[in-house]
């Protein structure tokens, strides 16, 4: 049975923030495991059962690290910021054949003070991008993708702005729904109070916003299986 996320998983990410290394990590791995690793294994179990009326099709709900969950170590080999731990936790059902980060998802993140709930592909690599701006050259496909965010805002969803400023090759700035070729993702996001996530009840407050926001998670899916790699 799911009994859900606690207060005690924002506690524990605002108190690593306040202390973020390794030592106190590791003097903190039991409640870690209980609160955070846990809990997503237990998440991820049940929606994933849960999203299979939505999505029968190539749903990935793999309730482990590297699968639905992500390493709670950063890499910081690259990054300016070297604190080793991250402070917020992902989970992400992924739908399609291609790897998580590069397919339509259904995806949770939460911080010490917000919870976010998103669909979609919130970043494109150069084959899905080159795949996207080829898939929006059909008119039906951009009124379509137009129509998803125009009513997604108005239900209080964030989409992706613009990442370019000149517009790609094959359009031009007076076509109608050229502006969504400016961008580099295909998603929306909603942010929500912590709180949120407490409790039997996330199951049913997440899968309200999924299945809200679930014309746009198909329509990712469904160009994204245009999408070849090597």
Known sequence: MYSGFSKNASD??????ENNSKEYFESRREDYEKYIKQASIEYVTEMGEHLMALAPVHLNAVPKVNGSLFRFYRDTRFAKDKRPMKEEVGLVIWQ???PRLKSSSFYLQFNAERLF???GIR???KETRDVYRDYLKDEKNSARLHGIYETLKQKGYDIPTDAYKRYPKGFKKEDKYAYLALKDAAYAIK???VSDLYGDGLIDFAYK???TM???QAFVYEMSLNVEYE
Not at 12 to 17: A, I, N, Q, Y
């Open 123 to 125: 970043w494109f690599d």
């Open 12 to 17: 524990f990410l605002r108190e690593l923030g």
């Open 191 to 193: 942010s929500f109070d």
């Open 96 to 98: 399609g054949k291609n």
């Open 214 to 216: 679930f014309e746009l």
């Open 117 to 119: 709930l998103a669909v």
């Open 209 to 211: 916003h999924y299945e």
